[in-house]
């Protein structure tokens, strides 16, 4: 069975910074556009960046656009997000899957709260 385990969350001041990780297992990972998704206290799950299959392309949502940086190493199976200059906006539980194809199961999610 496919698995996706986000981590790296946690509790942060505003201005701060934090790496997700996604480890993904049992599945061809490197040949999907993978992306990070999240959702907001009473929000819907919106995808906030995304990255082809041979890391040439990203996208960003204008929320995010300068301060988060995804990137992913195919050969461990794993994607990153690191996120800078966070703002309590960014509070949410964050997730990771595929983009434009069928998403796999999603996992738990990790949290990450930004407040001082």
């Known amino acids: 069975q496919v698995q996706l385990v986000e981590s790296g969350g946690g509790l942060v001041q505003p201005g701060g910074s934090l790496r997700l990780s996604c480890a993904a297992s049992?599945?061809?990972?490197?040949?999907?556009?993978m992306g990070w998704y999240r959702r907001a206290p009473g929000k819907q799950r919106e995808l906030v960046a995304s990255?082809?299959?041979?890391?040439?392309?990203?996208y960003y949502a204008d929320s995010v656009k300068g301060r988060f940086t995804i990137s992913r190493d195919n050969a461990k199976s794993t994607l990153y997000l690191q996120m800078d200059s966070l703002t309590p906006e960014d509070t949410a539980v964050y997730y990771c899957?595929?983009?434009?194809?069928?998403?796999?199961?999603w996992g738990q999610g990790t949290q990450v709260t930004v407040s001082s």
């Open positions: 899957n595929r983009v434009r194809s069928t998403p796999l199961t």
């Open positions: 049992r599945t061809s990972f490197s040949i999907y556009a």
């Open positions: 990255i082809t299959s041979g890391a040439s392309t990203t």
